[in-house]
């Protein structure tokens, strides 16, 4: 398959409840998958066929630089990044620009009042406390933001320094990154409308 053009980033969902093609996964998978659960190994069998197909190389044989944000070695124009929760995984690909993707099942047992003081900031937090539905809004805000800690590949740690709008005029967007307007105008954030009820997803890339 080729690569996607320059201006697309193509999202792929996987079911992670179908059981992962042994074929598709290098004894190094298979031994991590021993510790780490079917479903890892479902979304790591689905990573490596996705990318495989637009490589056109055999799924077991790619291999992963895993030290902070995964990446294709050797490096690659190819581009991507995956998640997983519960049932579901979604990758994103992209061709020589940085992606992030974050899906999360809903849960309804949070207490998203305190999570969102702890890891938003306070135009975030408002935008919770202030919802309809402080449950939902908690879980597009974190998806959002965690989007964008995954593209730039600096993870949890990062969630305090930028700063979300979802709701605004402007749709999704960045409003800063450590204080610099500029730097979140190079990115751009958007929710991903098709997952599976239940379940909310966002994607972050260099615009
Ligand atoms: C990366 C992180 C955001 C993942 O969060 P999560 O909600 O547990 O998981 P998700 O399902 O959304 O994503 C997991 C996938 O993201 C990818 N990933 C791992 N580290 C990543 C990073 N630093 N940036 C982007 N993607 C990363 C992997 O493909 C991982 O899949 P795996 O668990 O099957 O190996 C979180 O674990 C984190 O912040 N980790 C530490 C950050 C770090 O590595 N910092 C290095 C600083 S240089």
Redesign the pocket.
């Given at each position: 398959m080729p690569l996607p053009p320059a201006d697309r980033v193509r999202i792929h969902t996987l079911d992670l409840t179908q059981p992962p093609r042994g074929d598709l996964l290098p004894s190094s998978d298979l031994r991590r998958a021993e510790q780490?659960g079917a479903r890892?190994a479902s979304?790591?069998a689905g990573?490596r066929r996705v990318l495989a197909d637009y490589l056109e190389e055999d799924p077991a044989a790619l291999r992963f630089h895993?030290?902070?944000?995964?990446r294709l070695e050797p490096v690659s124009p190819l581009r991507f990044?995956?998640?997983?929760?519960a049932d579901v995984?979604l990758i994103a690909v992209a061709t020589e620009r940085e992606v992030?993707?974050?899906?999360?099942k809903i849960d309804h047992r949070r207490d998203v009042d305190r999570l969102a003081k702890r890891m938003f900031l306070g135009a975030e937090q408002a935008a919770v406390e202030e919802a309809d539905d402080p449950v939902l809004a908690y879980h597009r805000h974190w998806v959002a933001k965690?989007a964008f800690?995954?593209?730039?590949?600096?993870?949890?740690?990062s969630m305090r320094s930028f700063e979300v709008s979802l709701d605004g005029p402007e749709g999704p967007r960045l409003v800063h990154v450590a204080n610099d307007e500029r730097e979140a105008r190079r990115w751009s954030l958007s929710l991903i409308d098709d997952v599976p009820a239940g379940y909310v997803a966002a994607l972050a890339h260099e615009a």
């Open positions: 780490r890892w979304a790591r990573l895993e030290t902070g944000k995964p990044n995956l998640s997983h929760s995984a992030g993707v974050d899906v999360e965690e800690a995954k593209a730039t590949g600096k993870g949890l740690a």
